[in-house]
């Protein structure tokens, strides 16, 4: 038994006549005849009394009918979803992020934006390292990632689009000496213990930007994977701690933050995905947060 035969049992039922049917089926009558015909040697049995005026159900008609209608509406709503699903208007997206990304505005902008074109898609969020975001998106538990360019010298294979650019400031203690200054050059860091976010105990991303060789300040060098962990090191004294601008939205107890002067004293947040194809909410989360302006711009 096909659709087509149950949508052609109904057409008559309801409209009590063969011609009738045909004509709203767009089909010819013979052609109508033998595809119910047929559908009554499957039953086992007649769906129909038919007469010179008018065709009648039978009662295993009238019950089909009720089953028939049923299924119909089934099969229409499992089309229409399946087609939702391929323009993105439903289904899940999961997405990984850093906190920078939060504190930059950028994954709330993206978020927002794809929410309001895309009420229907369920957005799932964990707050996951640069590392496990990759290898995340790489394994299918996550679709997106949202972090800084920490450690992404292992994606290879997956799509990587740079978003936005945060800037660098220091954070200390207010007794520390740097305190006082209005802002600091990488060099006035010389001697000092940093602290600074890592995506492992060799990832020297942000020690680049502070344009020192990393053999000179190896010594002197306190590596920690998550803003909050650097945050608490220099709240205890422990050195100066190297954060994203951003995280000066963090007040903490003990903490003063000092802009970090220099070119080179920034980070790009990225965007991980898969390249090639995608499920459709996941593909039109990508296109949507791969032209969204970041914060602060117009569009």
């Given amino acids: ?55 009648e159900l039978t009662e295993a008609g009238e019950l089909l009918l009720v089953e028939a209608r049923r299924a119909l509406v089934q099969a229409d709503r499992a089309l229409g979803v399946a087609r939702q699903s391929v323009r993105g208007e439903i289904g899940a997206v999961r997405v990984g992020f850093s906190g920078v990304a939060v504190l930059e505005g950028v994954l709330a902008a993206d978020l927002g934006r794809f929410h309001r074109t895309h009420p229907g898609v369920e957005l799932q969020l964990a707050e996951l390292p640069p590392a496990a975001q990759v290898q995340g998106v790489r394994e299918g538990t996550l679709d997106v990632g949202y ?19 945060t800037a660098l400031s220091i954070a200390v203690r207010p007794d520390h000496p740097l305190a006082a200054a209005e802002s600091v050059a990488p060099a006035d860091l010389d001697g000092e213990h940093l602290i600074v976010f890592a995506a492992h105990q060799d990832d020297e991303t942000v020690l680049s930007r502070l344009g020192a060789a990393a053999g000179e300040r ?8 998550g803003t909050l962990g650097v945050l608490a090191l220099a ?4 050195g100066v701690a190297v954060v994203p601008t951003a995280a000066e939205r963090i007040a903490l107890p003990d903490i003063t933050y000092r802009p970090l002067r220099g070119a080179a004293a920034g980070l790009d947040i990225m965007i991980v995905s898969r390249p090639g194809e995608r499920p459709g909410p996941v593909r039109a989360f990508v296109d949507v947060s791969t032209h969204t302006p970041p914060p602060g711009c117009p569009g």
């Fill in 1 to 55: 038994m096909e659709l087509r035969h149950l949508r052609y049992f109904v057409a008559v039922a309801e409209e009590c006549h063969f011609g009738r049917a045909a004509g709203r089926l767009h089909v010819t009558q013979s052609t109508l005849s033998a595809q119910v015909q047929g559908l009554e040697r499957e039953v086992g049995g007649p769906l129909f009394v038919r007469t010179s005026r008018r065709v």
């Fill in 147 to 165: 972090c800084p360019e920490i450690g992404l010298h292992d994606a290879g294979g997956l799509a990587v689009a740079r978003r936005a650019r």
């Fill in 218 to 225: 190896r010594n002197h060098v306190s590596l920690v994977t």
């Fill in 235 to 238: 709240s205890a004294g422990v």
